[in-house]
């Protein structure tokens, strides 16, 4: 029989550059964050997942599950201090054995068939994610001043959902938390490892909303 395949969608963001909790902004009369639940849902290779989001915001996420009829949710868990804390608050809520997908909530254009692709990848390599290739000219400045010119050769802009073998998943939370190192996602964990995630191509239509102005595409593309 094969292992399930879960996630963990991270909604509990303090959204200091947006200017509050822009998982719980409207978006086409519904909550950012419940795009990112839908694609779970829909996917038919997801067997459940768990959302982590603000202490202050539990009842209201388990009011939306509830109010959509969803029925893959397994939990609805207090995020931590730093993405780190939640993400393993997340972990905490599920099964040893799996797979797991870790999304952004505030990234909201994700399809199920993306979700479905990282999942069968991920069967084949323990760590996978999704990102693309950087295009703009990139600068290093010092106080407000361009200083160089930064070659971008190799460089790509890493997006959720990313994927990884629970255990593996879990055994780099152990190494990064015995080394008191803070990562900014789940593949600079798996880096500590000595592991290479592999890298499948992203979408540009996968967006993180951060400011304001990102609503206003998402609800252009939705």
């Known amino acids: ?78 995020g931590g201090r730093q993405r780190m804390d939640s993400v393993e608050q997340g972990l905490f809520a599920l099964p040893e054995e799996g797979y797991v997908a870790v999304h952004d909530g505030a990234r909201p254009m994700l399809k199920p068939e993306m979700l479905a692709l990282g999942f069968r990848a991920v069967r084949k390599y323990p760590a996978v994610a999704f990102g693309i290739p950087v295009t703009d000219t990139l600068k290093e400045t010092i106080k407000g001043r361009i200083v160089k010119t930064v070659d971008r050769t190799g460089l790509v802009a890493i997006q959720t959902p990313q994927l990884f073998l629970l255990s593996l998943l879990r055994r780099a939370y152990a190494q990064a938390r015995n080394q008191g190192l803070v990562a900014t996602d789940e593949c600079q964990l798996i880096e500590n490892l000595n592991i290479s995630p592999r890298l499948l191509l992203g979408s540009t239509l996968n967006i993180k909303v951060t400011t304001k102005d990102d609503l206003k595409i998402c609800e252009a593309l939705l």
């Open 1 to 78: 029989m094969a292992e399930p395949n879960f996630g963990i969608i991270v909604a509990a963001g303090r959204g200091k550059r947006f200017g509050g909790l822009k998982q719980f902004a409207t978006v086409k009369k519904r909550p950012l964050l419940f795009y990112s639940l839908k694609a779970f849902e829909t996917c038919p290779e997801v067997k459940g997942y768990v959302v982590v989001t603000n202490p202050s915001k539990i009842r209201n996420v388990r009011q939306m599950i509830k109010t959509y009829r969803f029925k893959k949710a397994l939990a609805v868990v207090n």
